[in-house]
């Protein structure tokens, strides 16, 4: 039973270049969760997606940063014209649900490796 | 905005010795996750609290959720040097979003053998 899969997992760009990041949930799991970690900094959330719909986004960059989660294939984050301070590791967490039963302490969000973006 | 304040940021201890990893905040949660991270790989949870003033036993960790929800703390017995990491709390909103989550800005753990 793969895990969260995120690729790739280090990608070197150049200023003004476009990064592409891709992320497949685990397998059941139709929500999808993008953080930022900036060197330094705690994890930062980003956007909340399901299939083909984008339901929270309110941690995205207003420019250059987009993300979809199409019906078929795995979602993906989008940087377009790249600076360096995009640098960053870039996580993706799925959850097989949208809300946590409050009393049910259980764990239904997995987080990926990474993918560690450099901005020459 | 909510803000999850971590402290201490770093620790270096002698294995054998106990350590607490605090979490406070001014906004009530209504989870609080503890997470570890290793370098180059994603956080891997340890374990949620929803109740307030819960505890929750880990083998040698113990994690309490204050009982306003707005705090938390990881302690650790008798620590090893497998237990050196990244240790990450998280507040959740709850309702509909679970997984938007509030990090803190993490704890680096070192035992020393």
């Known amino acids: 039973n793969a895990g969260v899969m995120q690729n790739p997992r280090h990608l070197v760009r150049r200023r003004g270049q476009e990064a592409r990041l891709r992320c497949s949930p685990m397998k059941g799991h139709s929500h999808v969760y993008w953080y930022r970690q900036l060197p330094e900094e705690g994890l930062k959330f980003m956007v909340y997606?399901?299939?083909?719909?984008?339901?929270?986004e309110s941690g995205m960059p207003k420019e250059r940063f987009s993300a979809e989660f199409p019906k078929e294939g795995p979602s993906i984050l989008r940087i377009q014209q790249v600076v360096r301070g995009d640098s960053a590791a870039y996580f993706c967490?799925?959850?097989?649900?949208?809300?946590?039963?409050?009393?049910?302490?259980?764990?239904?969000?997995?987080f990926g490796a990474g993918s560690r973006l450099t901005v020459l | 905005t909510q803000l999850l304040e971590q402290s201490p940021q770093f620790l270096s201890i002698q294995e054998g010795e106990n350590l607490t990893v605090y979490c406070n905040s001014s906004?009530?949660?209504?989870?609080l996750q503890w997470y570890r991270q290793e370098p180059g790989e994603g956080p891997v949870l340890l374990v949620t609290?929803?109740?307030?003033?819960e505890v929750k036993k880990l083998k040698r960790l113990t994690f309490q959720f204050g009982d306003a929800r707005k705090d938390s703390s990881l302690h650790i017995t008798a620590a090893q040097p497998g237990d050196t990491g990244l240790y990450l709390c998280a507040g959740g909103a709850g309702g509909t979003s679970y997984g938007k989550l509030t990090f803190g800005q993490g704890t680096i753990l070192t035992v020393h053998p």
């Open positions: 609290v929803v109740t307030g003033g």
């Open positions: 997606l399901q299939k083909e719909n984008i339901i929270d």
């Open positions: 967490a799925s959850s097989p649900s949208r809300g946590l039963p409050r009393l049910s302490g259980a764990n239904v969000l997995t």
């Open positions: 906004s009530v949660f209504s989870s």
